[in-house]
């Protein structure tokens, strides 16, 4: 099966710093990329859909100046998460779409805690 | 605003036991996914199912899918304790690089 690996797996930040994570298909090429976010016991929450080589787009009520999405290649996409704030603590996933398919490959997702 | 609300939200069933969750949704789609999740862990992509489709088997999942009552249905059978996690259904609206909306979730205990 296809694999998606993030990094880092955990990270805990200061408030006003921001962190980078990373989201990248291991064995096949993901021409759209997802950015979900899950909080304790609740469901994920799609953020942005990521298109190499444009624009992310951004879901409602998601600010796209604080939440910076890069998907520079088909293997490779960022989410910078700018000026971090404790309420931005929460469990980031990012997913794959494989070519010509409706499947869907979920990374192991980032951990963040902001202090 | 999520598309897929999954019944019951908690189960706990003894190992060996059938397990089933439900799922319904709002508006026509092209496809309908389960997903499972380990506590604190990313998403394993366990069937997919068409609109077109009724019913698909894989291993001890089975999964109906009911177009006119916009429910889907995921069995799991003779479960066992390495079951226990939450289990998601995902709608696909338009088939294509479109996301997946995600249901609130089943958290399944299995209990040896």
């Known amino acids: 099966g296809a694999v998606v690996s993030q990094h880092p797996s955990w990270v805990i930040c200061k408030s006003g710093t921001s962190v980078k994570i990373e989201c990248r298909s291991l064995?096949?090429?993901?021409?759209?990329m997802f950015w979900y976010r899950q909080f304790p016991k609740q469901s994920l929450m799609l953020m942005a859909t990521?298109?190499?080589?444009?624009?992310?787009?951004?879901e409602q009520g998601v600010e796209k100046d604080k939440f910076l999405i890069n998907h520079a290649s088909l293997t490779l996409s960022t989410l910078t998460v700018t000026s971090a704030h404790p309420e931005d603590s929460s469990f980031y996933i990012c997913?794959?779409?494989?070519?010509?398919?409706?499947?869907?490959?979920f990374g192991p997702g980032t951990r963040l805690t902001v202090l | 605003s999520q598309q897929g609300e999954e019944d019951p939200q908690a189960l706990s069933i003894q190992e060996g036991e059938n397990a089933t969750m439900n799922c319904s949704y709002k508006?026509?789609?092209?496809?309908l996914q389960w997903y499972r999740q380990n506590s604190g862990r990313g998403l394993v992509h366990l069937i997919l199912?068409?609109?077109?489709?009724r019913e698909k088997h894989s291993g001890r999942l089975r999964v109906t899918l009911d177009t006119s009552k916009k429910s889907s249905s995921l069995l799991i059978t003779a479960s066992r304790a390495a079951d226990t996690a939450s289990y998601f259904c995902?709608?696909?609206?338009?088939?294509?690089?479109?996301?997946?909306?995600f249901g609130k979730g089943t958290r399944l205990s299995v209990i040896a």
């Open positions: 997913s794959g779409l494989r070519g010509g398919t409706d499947t869907q490959y």
């Open positions: 064995d096949f090429q993901a021409t759209t």
């Open positions: 990521s298109n190499e080589g444009s624009k992310a787009t951004y």
């Open positions: 508006t026509s789609i092209n496809n």
């Open positions: 199912i068409r609109s077109n489709e």
């Open positions: 995902a709608t696909v609206l338009i088939s294509g690089n479109t996301p997946l909306v």
